[in-house]
């Protein structure tokens, strides 16, 4: 007798891979739209949304307790209209209703759990919720029990409360104008995060600690502005620490979402594909800064992670990997001593747990249970140059030999479960990473890397634009849904221009600024400054947002704002740094208030004070000359210089089309010659590598 095919609600017909998770659950969950208001308003009841994504570990724990417990679900079911809502695929949604979430509880995270009224406005607002109460933390049923008691015997006090909230919060979705910002302000933003960093393990403020690449990247300009050394050994510091440690994933590549305790050793184990993107490039202008080989090994560490585990066979970047695996975080990644020696050999086993601090008790406790689980997370614990003095090899010959047993034990580790992965493709996710592969692809000069970021490019380009040309935000099983928002828009024409400065391929250039127009078009506050997250086409939500905060993701506003510092200076149109000027007066009050939340923004900020220059290389694509000149370029740190190759073919004539300024900068004497302009100044051309690397010192 076959058994019973289980029941599906209407999340079976979503391509999200999250609210399919969600799909045989015996809750009668509704994706959001109008169908779920609708049936709220004709039936007088409550929504109980419920907001997360995919690989969210907190996320899987409330459906196993809560959304497949019968008693749970059949009090949802009778009470409530049930909205599930993946915070990746409707950001917008969800920023709106974290807010409240944060405004009235002080916190956020996902699950995110909101009680609505059927017109979408809410009254009560959480996060995770237990089935039943425990060490102070209300159960889920309990919780419901009071908000229907609530709903039918004091609907005026409910409605009021609502109507208070959406007035409440107005004002957080709106931006804080003030004065232009200028060098003091970057100054604050360094002396916040001094006082913050860590001294003994690096990185910032105690556990849990997150990497924020761009807290590091604004350092490294920091560095460069002033030449104060401490920001650059904050920046350093932190790389080296969060790559020794477990955060990163020692077997396989690829960082994991973040540290819980301050040493950087235990991570929360899934790995998002955003996360690659920012220390991939956090990574590459930390070689370009420093030079160190370590760093330009990260780089090609983290790339050969996502090009292996998170590409898709058409070339698009795909979302992220649970942290969970057989219904327990972490147990994909982890070791035990006798696994290892059982893999290695004795003898290769205490070689590789010497270096990578292997022990026969396990290496770290779980604080989900209270105690040590018995099994080791890799992490560089050991000096490899003193370990090989202490077991007689040299250090190259100790490198091979730890290097084949990674290789072992990756092999190993691919026999195990893998953890569950979110294959959907987001144009704003694909845009960080390519970003990321392109600046990497010209700081190490391996142009595989910018070949991978034109292939997402070139998906981008086929599956996630609209035939009206109006960009959408994801992609999966052969759908594209979801009008973009400013995020997409702004990450895109990042990794564009990008692209542009790896490949020299005009076609990039003109698509950034095709996109930049969009944005202007879809998204600009002409009241108030700034790009709105929603374009003027998309969802009336509670409000239409502005977001300036640069937390694990920098904010749209301010990518934006230093694309367009960018292009004013690679087109040589004004117009670009009038509006980068106008954004950055939108939000002065929010940089003034706390520099150290926006570091994203201090790097546009940093690039509109300037000294800025543009570097034009006129001569043949290809050639040597060409790309000497390019290399001793690529060679420096120049966090405020934007290059251009002015061939003199068809790219040169497009490129003469997009930056008029170019048209007259030809070689000199059969040479490839290096143009340098700084502060609307221009040097008399070179040909010479040596005297370019004296005009760039």
Not at 137 to 144: A, F, K, T, Y
Not at 291 to 296: A, K, N, Q, V
Not at 428 to 442: E, Q, V
Not at 443 to 472: I, N, S
Request: hydrophobic share 40%; net charge negative.
């Amino acid at each position: 007798m076959e058994a019973a095919t289980p029941k599906k609600n209407r999340l079976a017909l979503e391509k999200s891979p999250y609210l399919l998770q969600h799909a045989a659950n015996p809750v009668d969950w509704h994706a959001w739209g109008d169908e779920a208001f609708q049936k709220a308003v004709a039936e007088n009841k409550p929504i109980f949304l419920s907001i997360g994504y995919s690989t969210c570990h907190w996320c899987h724990v409330m459906e196993r307790e809560s959304f497949e417990n019968e008693t749970v679900a059949s009090y949802l079911n009778e009470h409530f209209v049930a909205v599930k809502v993946d915070r990746e695929e409707r950001p917008d949604v969800d920023h709106i209703y974290m807010t409240v979430c944060q405004a009235l509880t002080g916190s956020g995270g996902w699950p995110l759990t909101v009680i609505l009224t059927p017109d979408g406005r809410p009254f009560f607002a959480g996060t995770y919720f237990p089935p039943e109460s425990r060490f102070g933390r209300p159960g889920l049923l309990e919780l419901l029990h009071q908000l229907v008691s609530a709903w039918t015997e004091q609907r005026d006090r409910v409605f009021e409360s609502a109507a208070k909230i959406v007035e409440a919060i107005q004002p957080e979705f709106a931006g804080l104008p003030g004065d232009r910002p200028g060098e003091e302000t970057l100054t604050s933003a360094f002396e916040h995060l001094l006082q913050r960093f860590d001294e003994e393990h690096a990185g910032f403020g105690s556990a849990p600690k997150f990497p924020t690449p761009h807290q590091l990247t604004f350092l490294l300009r920091y560095w460069n502005r002033t030449g104060d050394g401490r920001a650059l050994e904050m920046a350093d510091r932190t790389l080296r620490a969060m790559r020794r440690g477990g955060i990163y994933d020692q077997i396989g590549f690829g960082f994991h979402r973040y540290s819980t305790d301050r040493e950087w050793l235990v991570p929360h184990f899934e790995k998002m594909l955003y996360d690659q993107a920012l220390l991939l490039t956090a990574y590459a202008e930390g070689f370009q800064a420093t030079r160190d080989p370590l760093f330009g090994s990260v780089v090609r560490e983290i790339a050969s992670y996502v090009l292996r585990d998170l590409t898709s066979p058409e070339g698009a970047f795909l979302s992220a990997e649970d942290a969970d695996s057989e219904g327990e975080e972490g147990k994909f990644y982890v070791w035990t001593e006798a696994e290892i020696r059982e893999i290695l050999g004795a003898e290769d086993a205490a070689l590789f747990g010497r270096v990578f601090g292997i022990e026969s008790k396990g290496n770290w406790i779980d604080h989900a249970i209270g105690r040590m689980p018995g099994t080791n997370i890799a992490h560089l614990w050991g000096d490899p140059a003193a370990v090989a003095r202490e077991f007689g090899e040299e250090p190259a010959a100790l490198g091979k030999r730890l290097e084949a047993a990674r290789a072992k034990l990756f092999d190993a580790r691919a026999r195990r479960v893998r953890p569950h992965k979110d294959d959907k493709v987001l144009t704003a996710w694909n845009g960080l990473m390519i970003a990321a592969l392109a600046r990497a692809a010209a700081a190490l000069e391996e142009p595989r890397l910018a070949q991978a970021a034109e292939r997402a490019a070139a998906f981008l380009e086929e599956r996630l634009v609209r035939a009206d040309g109006r960009l959408l935000a994801r992609w999966r099983d052969g759908d594209a849904a979801h009008l973009a928002y400013l995020d997409d828009y702004a990450f895109y024409a990042w990794g564009l221009l990008e692209l542009y400065e790896a490949t020299f391929r005009p076609r990039y250039l003109a698509r950034a600024i095709e996109l930049v127009g969009e944005t202007e078009r879809l998204f600009r506050d002409r009241k108030g400054g700034g790009y709105f997250f929603t374009g003027s086409d998309g969802e009336a939500l509670l409000a239409r947002a502005k977001e300036i905060y640069d937390g694990a993701q920098p904010s749209g506003n301010s990518v934006a704002a230093l694309v367009l510092l960018r292009l004013a200076r690679l087109t040589g149109d004004g117009t670009y740094e009038e509006r980068a000027e106008s954004l950055l007066h939108a939000f002065g009050g929010s940089l003034a208030r706390l520099p150290a939340a926006h570091t994203q923004l201090l790097s546009a900020l940093d690039f509109a004070l300037g000294p800025t220059r543009e570097i034009v290389i006129s001569g043949a694509k290809g050639a040597d000359d060409t790309r000497t000149l390019v290399s001793a370029v690529r060679a420096r740190y120049l966090p405020r210089a934007v290059t251009l190759l002015r061939d003199a073919g068809a790219e040169g004539e497009a490129l003469a089309r997009l930056a008029p300024f170019t048209a007259s900068q030809a070689p000199i004497g059969g040479r490839a010659a290096a143009y340098v302009c700084e502060n609307f100044a221009c040097a008399a051309p070179v040909t010479e590598r040596a005297a370019l690397e004296a005009l760039l010192r």
